[in-house]
């Protein structure tokens, strides 16, 4: 399995920024994508951003609307690692912050995992 362990979350105001990290540890051949989602009090998990493996390509990144040009995601292959850099915050960025990893496993399945969340709270 994988195990992912956010980090980097914590109190910023308005405009400010804030970089979290999420680490992949565990038994796997690949990590095929990884993303952050989040998810506000009351309300339903989002897609925050995230990045996929192509055939003939190392990955390409996608981010929802409501950050693009804000937020980007950093993927390191030989760390297993994917970093959200987060710029010009606001308050509706407040959530926890979830990464995401599709994996697969030394046994060869496929599988998906989430982190623990990292609590992220802006300001106004």
């Known amino acids: 399995q994988v195990r992912l362990v956010e980090s980097g979350g914590g109190l910023v105001q308005s405009g400010g920024s804030l970089t979290l990290a999420c680490v992949a540890s565990?038994?796997?051949?690949?990590?095929?994508?990884m993303g952050w989602y989040r998810q506000a009090p009351g309300k339903q998990r989002e897609y925050v951003a995230g990045y996929v493996a192509g055939i003939n390509r190392g990955g390409w990144m996608n981010y929802a609307d409501s950050v693009k040009g804000r937020f980007t995601i950093f993927i390191d292959n030989a760390k297993s690692t994917a970093q959200l850099q987060m710029n010009s915050l606001k308050p509706e960025d407040t959530a926890v912050y979830y990464c995401n990893a599709d994996a697969k496993l030394t046994t060869g399945l496929q599988d998906n995992f989430w982190g623990q969340g990292t609590q992220v709270t802006v300001s106004s």
């Open positions: 565990g038994s796997f051949q690949s990590i095929n994508g």
